[in-house]
């Protein structure tokens, strides 16, 4: 049964591929609304593609809530095995009925056969504490993905603080915001930086630009980060904070400096100079508020990325 044209989620299914002698197909998601955003009354008429070998494996891969991901999970409950492709990864088996593959396990597979092999660029957005870094990386994120379907945010910090505390909406309180961050928060341990160092590599080598927001301080321990990355932006609420940013990512990290953003609590927007990077006072709104990024912010930032197709 075809899927409906007004359907908010488009699957698409690969022709059959193999991996260490598996043969596997691919599912792939596609978020076909402006904003990238779906409801859960899109899964009432949603159906599979046709064609399906349920003697193989299905992996699915694509941008999409928990709950999408659930419900493809078992529908496809009949294949040989189902896996959840994590660009940082790979395909991470998470069913299985075949005995040659196992939970848990993960499939290095290519989602862009051949394709030459490149590395996009990864922009490091730092600052220090309580300057707007993740309201900023989330409304980048947010902005750009209605143009550009292929980029990724890594949250590469521990306190807790994901998109998901960002989209709790306006009627949250800044407390309970507060109480969930304490409650997932983690700490930092000696793998910490070379894993997300290495999941941004492996997300160069998939995406158009990966945003990274690595926490409000300077530490030797971030240096895998300087290795993984091509680009920084500076925001900070204190001037004398940004000088010892530079010296990190630029004089240390030989990254290149896009932008440096003093936040303030005024909703002001002021452009003090475009070269060598761009530099503007921005009221930067609280966690809840509607975060509009600056037309000149935005246009530097999309100077990493080439036209949307």
């Known amino acids: 049964m075809p899927q409906s044209a007004e359907s908010a989620i488009k699957l698409t299914l690969s022709k ?25 009354e899109d899964l009432r008429d949603q159906t599979l593609p ?26 496809l409950h009949p294949a040989a ?4 492709y994590d660009p940082r990864l790979g395909a991470v088996v998470v069913s299985t009925h075949s005995r040659q593959t196992q939970v848990g396990q993960v499939l290095s597979i290519d989602l862009q056969e051949n394709l030459p092999p490149r590395l996009c660029p990864a922009m490091m957005i730092v600052g220090p504490p309580d300057s ?3 309201v900023l990386s989330h409304a980048l994120f947010r902005t750009l993905l209605t143009q550009y379907s292929d980029i990724y945010l890594q949250r590469a910090h521990w306190d807790g603080e994901g998109n998901w505390i960002l989209e709790l909406g306006e009627m949250t309180k800044s407390s309970d915001r ?8 983690g700490g ?28 409000g301080k300077v530490q030797p321990e971030k240096v895998p980060l ?13 001037p004398e ?7 990190f990512c630029r004089d240390r990290g030989n990254l290149k400096c896009l932008a440096v953003v003093h936040s303030s609590l005024e909703i002001e927007e002021v452009i003090h100079k475009r070269e060598p990077w761009l530099e503007m006072t921005w009221g930067v709104l609280e966690q809840g508020g509607i975060c509009q990024i600056p037309t000149v912010l935005l246009e530097q930032v999309q100077t990493l990325l080439k036209p949307p197709q």
């Open 50 to 75: 046709p064609h399906i070998d349920y003697k193989g494996g299905i992996v699915i891969s694509g941008r999409g809530p928990i709950w999408l991901y659930g419900y493809l999970i078992h529908e």
């Open 178 to 185: 507060e109480a969930y961050k304490l409650a997932y928060k």
């Open 16 to 40: 059959s591929r193999s991996v260490q002698g598996l043969s596997y197909q691919i599912l792939s998601i596609e978020l076909v609304t402006k904003d990238r955003l779906i409801s859960p």
């Open 226 to 238: 300087l290795e993984a990355c091509t680009h920084y932006l500076v925001i900070s609420s204190q």
């Open 81 to 84: 095995w189902v896996a959840c």
């Open 241 to 247: 904070e940004i000088a010892p940013w530079h010296e």
């Open 188 to 215: 930092i341990t000696d793998k910490f930086f070379e894993h997300h160092s290495q999941a941004i590599l492996n997300l160069r080598r998939q995406k158009t630009l990966v945003l990274v927001d690595v926490g």
């Open 132 to 134: 707007g870094k993740s």
